[in-house]
């Protein structure tokens, strides 16, 4: 695996990091989050667990945001996937980074979002280790959108298939995979 023409070398790094270190073939397939058989396993979090590699990562999604025109104040999503993204981009931006909590905080402010405060206006990126379908990433769409924040783009490190791409696209919001399964030479997530 190499990295296409006119990819910078930012990208071949983070792909080499995630082709080596977060992609895994497995003789026996597993169920995915969106209840599909692959025999791939793709472990976001496993290619980014020092700081230098999420510096690696994080500055080639933050190039990615900027070749792509997505400006932002804020990046993050929900909570675990995105979580470490959010952190290293915010870190080689100087941006505020959030995330999404898959459920509502039941004592002190009762929130969503932890972290920056998001409020209307405020441009988010959202990010996430591996997307599949795009789900999980829609849910902290509409979180961030409900407190008033505008959704810039969406970069997930790794997209698994052609669905979430779409599902974007259907909100106007720009979307870019930072490694795709083409990439990766795996078979996609099939939209059923």
Do not use: C
Not at 16 to 22: F, K, M, N, S, V
Not at 46 to 64: F, H, P, Q, W
Request: aromatic share 6%; net charge neutral.
């Amino acid at each position: 695996m190499s990295a296409a023409a006119g990819r910078p070398a930012s990208w071949q790094a983070a792909f080499d990091l995630i082709a080596t270190r977060g992609h895994e073939r497995r003789e026996e397939p597993f169920k995915l989050a969106s209840g599909q058989l692959s025999h791939d396993y793709i472990d976001g979090k496993y290619a980014i667990d020092t700081g230098e590699r999420l510096t690696i990562v994080s500055r080639a999604v933050a190039e990615l945001a900027e070749r792509r025109g997505i400006e932002f104040d804020a990046v993050g999503g929900l909570t675990m996937g995105a979580d470490p993204l959010a952190h290293g981009v915010a870190m080689v931006t100087g941006k505020a980074w959030f995330s999404v909590r898959k459920e509502q905080k039941q004592r002190g402010r009762e929130q969503w979002i932890e972290g920056t405060r998001l409020q209307a206006g405020t441009r988010v990126l959202l990010v996430d280790d591996v997307i599949s379908t795009g789900g999980s990433t829609e849910i902290a769409f509409d979180r961030v959108t409900a407190v008033g924040a505008v959704v810039t783009g969406v970069i997930p490190m790794v997209d698994r298939g052609d669905i979430a791409a779409k599902r974007f696209a259907d909100r106007n919001v720009p979307f870019a995979a930072l490694v795709t399964y083409r990439d990766l030479g795996i078979e996609p997530v099939k939209d059923v």
